[in-house]
């Protein structure tokens, strides 16, 4: 605060009590206007009006918190850009196996239909390439139920939104983990139909 400004603020006080009828002030009274005074110049440094301190003050304090709440949406884009990454990942991953063994599959189920001796189990091998068939399945399921979740948490169903979205999110993981586990499952049942034929 300027010291103007308390010279003004002391005639100010002054001539309010004078206009009330008021001759006299008891030291004591005038020691207590002054202590209040005194906490007011405190408060904003010299040469600044205390609005304009108080006000500075606030702006900085909404500088602070606007970068800090940017600072908190960049994390979390940047954390929702990586887990969409991932499970894109998984999602390809798990059609790309379970596919892939299922075309060797049946590649090498031809080739034991066209030679003269069949040797191998061919009801293990078909129930390996039923489990690669069923993880394709299962992959396209969770491919499908990540669009649920999305949408969901995108707020296209309405009241129904958060629900779908987590539904779709957990129909999504439970399909990707089942197409792993069901490519294990198959290649398990091929390596026993080869091995024990």
């Avoid at 009274?29 to 202590?35: G, I, P, Q, S, V």
């Avoid at 299922?102 to 031809?110: D, M």
């Avoid at 191998?120 to 394709?136: K, R, Y």
């Amino acid at each position: 605060m300027k010291s103007s400004e308390v010279v003004q603020i002391f005639k100010g006080a002054i001539e309010s009590t004078k206009q009330n009828g008021i001759d006299k002030v008891s030291i004591k009274d005038l020691e207590a206007y002054a202590a209040r005074l005194e906490e007011a110049v405190n408060e904003s440094p010299e040469g600044v009006n205390a609005g304009e301190a108080n006000m500075e003050k606030y702006r900085a304090d909404l500088n602070a918190w606007i970068t800090a709440r940017q600072h908190q949406y960049e994390h979390n884009l940047e954390m929702l850009r990586s887990v969409i990454t991932v499970g894109q990942s998984a999602l390809k991953s798990a059609l790309l196996i379970n596919g892939g063994a299922a075309v060797a599959i049946l590649a090498f189920l031809g080739r034991l239909f066209a030679s003269e001796s069949v040797s191998l189990s061919i009801g293990g091998l078909s129930l390996a390439l039923l489990q690669f068939v069923w993880g394709v399945l299962a992959a396209a399921i969770a491919a499908g139920a990540t669009y649920f979740s999305q949408a969901g948490y995108g707020g296209e169903f309405g009241s129904w939104s958060r629900r779908v979205g987590v539904g779709g999110h957990i129909v999504a993981v439970l399909g990707v983990f089942s197409a792993y586990g069901l490519f294990g499952v198959g290649a398990w049942q091929a390596y026993l139909a080869i091995n024990l034929g």
